[in-house]
Nanobody
Framework: QVQLVESGGGSVESGGSLRLSCAAS????????MGWFRQSPGKEREGVAV???????TYADSVLGRFTISQDNAKNTLYLQMNSLKPEDTAIYYC?????????????????????WGQGTQVTVSS
């Protein structure tokens, strides 16, 4: 059992920055992949970024070069630094942790079943 609590969301103007945090507690030793999804009204939930326990990262093309995912093992916290924000980034952002698939975190975005999810934090970017 893992509990995930997101924080750091808010409202910013286009071009601004936010840093999201996801504090994890519980049996985190079981989990290999940690990442972020987002969902906007009327759109499907989509993967944003994922990091494995060796620090390897994968980003959605839409955020590549603007967002950075990282984790602090000592604090048991996952982060998403979001720079150069665009109105299209407006969404509820969700933290998620899973175990590894046979080839690491390659299916983290594709398969949303399994693992644990946070409650989400709202990010709003105005034009």
């Amino acid at each position: 059992q893992v509990q995930l609590v997101e924080s750091g969301g808010g409202s910013v103007e286009s071009g601004g920055s936010l840093r999201l945090s996801c504090a994890a507690s519980g049996s985190t030793y079981r989990y290999y992949c940690m990442g972020w999804f987002r969902q906007s009204p009327g759109k499907e939930r989509e993967g944003v970024a994922v990091i494995d326990n060796q620090g390897s990262t994968t980003y959605a093309d839409s955020v590549l070069g603007r967002f950075t995912i990282s984790q602090d093992n000592a604090k048991n916290t996952l982060y998403l630094q979001m720079n150069s924000l665009k109105p299209e980034d407006t969404a509820i952002y969700y933290c998620r942790v899973t175990g590894a698939w046979h080839n690491g975190c390659v299916y983290f975005f594709r398969y949303e079943e399994g693992g644990y999810w946070g409650q989400g934090t709202q990010v709003t970017v105005s034009s």
